[in-house]
């Protein structure tokens, strides 16, 4: 059974969460019209509900993503939606060193940047030890060049632009940053770690020299975007009580320009709970394995089978590099 202490404890660290990650403040300012808004990551899911909120206030918008199709129909829809200027760039992120001309191609056009949105990520799926290619080095650091060093590159070449405009950088990393949710993704927890790891640092060095930037990590859980709807719909998840909408996660980002937290942790409930399970229940990994694979590890492997190959019709966790057709690609 819990003890009482590690019961006050989790209630404890709860509250405290609360207090520390979520934004309390009831009034929100209105972003100002004509904020120069680049988001990397916006041909789908958030970052594409992010770009029409914004549009609706009348920014300029530069959005990035690999699909070039995908990003023009964006573009489309937030030029009828309000979005005063509306460029897109097609670009692969696994290409670590050349990933500074997003920020290179908004400040040419639009003469500053006001609002840096890193939201890229692969999303690799399944068990490590029962998938030999995820074992492949060059798999891991494919999966790292995209959810990791291409954000450190970018950041890097923001940044001075962002001083100009005493400006915001977001960061969308995960409760999986935190809390080790499922073992099938654990390669997307381990690029979430080193993501909390590097820009926690850095928001602590710009605090230490007095920048005028202010950075946001977002701990966001599971947010019921299309692509995840795709993997957990055949799965007992109770929806409205664990995952947060699309619209509102990224009206909650959108915010973030203004009211500037320095954790936006959403849908905050379910997150605080997992964190609070995850310090203060010893026997919070039997309970996740139990969670996980209620028929066993082998009949756990035929239902993460599945999944990866709902993950490879959709694209939305492939095409960062050229793969063999014996695995997925990210």
């Known amino acids: 059974m819990v003890s009482m202490k590690n019961l006050v404890g989790a209630v404890a660290i709860c509250v405290i969460s609360v207090l520390m990650y979520k934004n309390l403040s009831s009034t ?23 770009a029409y909120q914004a549009a609706e206030k009348g920014a ?9 199709d995908k ?10 939606k309000g979005a005063a200027a509306v460029e897109v760039i097609s670009y692969d992120f696994s290409n670590v060193v050349g990933s500074s001309i997003v920020v290179n191609k908004t400040v040419e056009r639009f003469g ?16 490590f030890l029962a998938n030999q290619y995820m074992q492949e080095p060059s798999y891991i650091d494919r999966i790292f060049k995209v959810n990791f060093f291409s954000m450190i590159e970018i950041a890097l ?26 073992y099938a993704m654990s390669l997307y927890c381990a690029s979430k770690h080193a993501l909390n790891g ?37 799965d007992s998840i109770p929806v409205d009580l664990i995952a947060g909408t699309m619209e509102r996660a990224a009206k909650e980002m959108l915010d973030s320009y203004t009211t500037r937290p320095r ?6 409930f379910p997150n605080n709970f ?9 026997w919070y990994q039997e309970s996740a394995v139990a969670q996980g694979d209620q028929d066993g590890y082998e009949a756990g492997l035929a239902k993460w089978e599945k999944k990866i190959e709902v993950a490879r019709e959709r694209r939305f966790s492939q095409g960062y590099s050229e793969v063999s057709s014996e695995q997925p690609s990210v």
């Not at 990003?71 to 009828?80: D, N, S, T, W, Y």
């Open 28 to 50: 929100v300012s209105e972003i100002p019209r004509g904020t120069v808004i680049l988001i990397c990551g916006a041909s789908s899911g958030i970052g594409e509900e992010l």
């Open 60 to 68: 300029y918008l530069v959005l990035v993503a690999r699909s070039e």
């Open 71 to 80: 990003l023009l129909r964006v573009q489309e829809q937030a030029l009828k």
């Open 112 to 127: 500053k940047l006001d609002y840096l949105v890193l939201n890229h990520a692969a999303f690799p799926l399944g068990p």
């Open 157 to 182: 070449h923001g940044l001075p632009h962002l001083e100009a405009s005493s400006g915001h950088l977001f960061v969308t990393s995960s409760t999986f940053g935190e809390v080790p949710i499922n």
């Open 198 to 234: 590097f820009f926690y640092s850095l928001q602590q060095e710009l605090l230490a020299k007095k920048s005028p930037v202010s950075l946001t990590i977002g701990a966001l859980g599971l947010i019921w975007t299309p692509d995840m709807e795709s993997l957990w719909k055949d």
């Open 263 to 268: 954790t936006l942790t959403y849908p905050a």
């Open 274 to 282: 997992m964190r609070a399970s995850w310090y203060f229940n010893p």
